[in-house]
């Protein structure tokens, strides 16, 4: 599909709808930017209000002069393809949590009116609405940022990002600039979910919204992308063990599953795929390739997300040898204090953890699971049976059956995915205090009858 050259009258209509929508901003007060975690966003009154001059003074000013200044400013090209130029801006990932993916936005520029914006898709990242992201239920939108704002602010995290220019005609351009401001206005209405609606899944959806009796076609999947979402999520956070380990555990059967493509692309590896991919016409079967091919570097990234050096594998390797070793104290020295101080912490986390998956499974959108293999392992119901059956006389039965349970859990490492040696090493600890519990009831317990019987 071939682009209309743009005449000066459309390019004129196109600017005013522009500073309309802006216009409307003006009138709908300040917006809170999350991404750029500004309490008080005095640029945005500042840009709104040089919008709205803008526009007044455009009118007031020859339409001659004007075209003369855009055209010493700017050379349009003869079918007027590049006076809308769409990109996508790729960032590189850091080491906080609500970054280790990367990020993926939409710059939108039209040179000759001056029009630079970076449209971000964003939810809340403060400590306050971290519960309500856990569940899936963060609001998220798309927020417009002057590009040079949002590059100072990548630069200030030490964050690189790069363009890639896509291949769309010019009123595919247009549209898609016109359906990012009119879900801009529209505000936040979408729940911000890791695996389906993020940033990069929804600005590929605008994308395609914006196509004129076209589609995208990625090709054959490549590596990572062949994997499952579990492995392929592994592979993406594979510099962020404790992120891996955190969300593998509340993943739950989703983990098994294979979600298309284009709905699990990852910023950092999006770019091969984008290489490959092509727009195909409906009518006429005819392709051209998603990018232009034409790509920029404008920040260089400082910050390289390192590996932590204290990984689940050597936290929980520890904390199974110390069960070991207070095990063995307390049989052979006659240990009594420390051990129960460390099944008392055992039993605070592991309740912890349940409360957090069941949580995860049952409320939350995050993943959209049912179930979750790792609740047998770590659920509140040993806290339970501690408040209300301590004193009861079968209490102590508890820990013989709950160590079956875990040693069936253990053997089923080999088949199923999802369950991985941190995890298990969590619950081979759990076993050793369960089965001395029950060893040393039973022990009391046969001591206690032969009491009895050598006093009779």
Not at 254 to 275: F, G, H, N, S, W
Not at 295 to 305: G, Q
Not at 403 to 428: K, Y
Request: glycine share 4%; aromatic share 12%.
């Amino acid at each position: 599909m071939r682009p209309q050259k743009l005449t000066k009258i459309q390019s004129n209509q196109f600017k005013n709808q522009l500073d309309i929508i802006y216009r409307t901003h003006l009138k709908r007060g300040v917006k809170r930017c999350s991404m750029m975690k500004y309490r008080d966003c005095v640029w945005v009154w500042l840009h709104r209000c040089w919008m709205f001059l803008f526009v007044l003074l455009s009118q007031m000013l020859p339409h001659q002069v004007s075209a003369e200044a855009e055209n010493n400013a700017f050379q349009l090209l003869p079918d007027s393809s590049n006076f809308v130029t769409v990109s996508l801006l790729v960032t590189s990932p850091t080491d906080n949590l609500y970054s280790v993916f990367g990020h993926a936005t939409l710059r939108m520029e039209c040179p000759i009116h001056q029009l630079d914006y970076v449209f971000t898709f964003e939810s809340e990242t403060d400590v306050g609405t971290f519960m309500t992201g856990v569940a899936g239920k963060a609001i998220a939108k798309y927020v417009a940022v002057p590009t040079q704002e949002f590059l100072n602010h990548m630069k200030e995290e030490g964050r690189g990002s790069t363009q890639y220019e896509l291949a769309l005609t010019l009123h595919e351009k247009q549209d898609l600039w016109r359906l990012l401001d009119e879900d801009m206005v529209r505000g936040g209405y979408r729940h911000f979910n890791l695996l389906l609606t993020n940033c990069l899944s929804s600005s590929m959806m605008k994308v395609r919204e914006s196509l004129h009796d076209e589609y995208i076609d990625w090709g054959e999947p490549r590596f990572p992308y062949t994997l499952c979402n579990g492995d392929y999520f592994r592979y993406t956070v594979r510099n962020h063990p404790w992120v891996e380990f955190l969300f593998v555990m509340v993943m739950g059967t989703i983990y098994d599953k294979y979600t298309q493509t284009d709905l699990r692309l990852a910023p950092e590896l999006v770019v091969p795929m984008m290489q490959q991919a092509q727009i195909v016409s409906l009518k006429t079967g005819e392709r051209r390739p998603m990018l232009t091919g034409k790509s920029e570097t404008l920040i260089e990234a400082k910050v390289v997300p390192k590996p932590s050096v204290i990984t689940p594998m050597w936290a929980f390797g520890v904390l199974l040898v110390l069960a070991i070793l207070i095990t063995l104290a307390e049989h052979l020295c006659k240990l009594s204090l420390v051990p129960r101080a460390f099944d008392a912490i055992l039993l605070m986390g592991q309740t912890f953890l349940g409360l957090l998956l069941l949580f995860v499974t049952f409320y939350s959108e995050l993943f959209g699971s049912t179930w979750n293999w790792y609740l047998i392992v770590f659920n509140p119901i040993l806290l339970l049976l501690w408040l209300f059956g301590r004193k009861k006389r079968w209490y102590k039965q508890v820990f013989g059956i709950y160590a079956v349970v875990l040693l069936l859990f253990l053997l089923a490492t080999p088949l199923l995915p999802v369950l991985d040696a941190p995890h298990q090493l969590i619950t081979a600890t759990m076993l050793i205090r369960c089965v001395n519990q029950y060893t040393i009831f039973n022990k009391l317990k046969i001591l206690t009858k032969w009491k009895k019987s050598t006093n009779s």
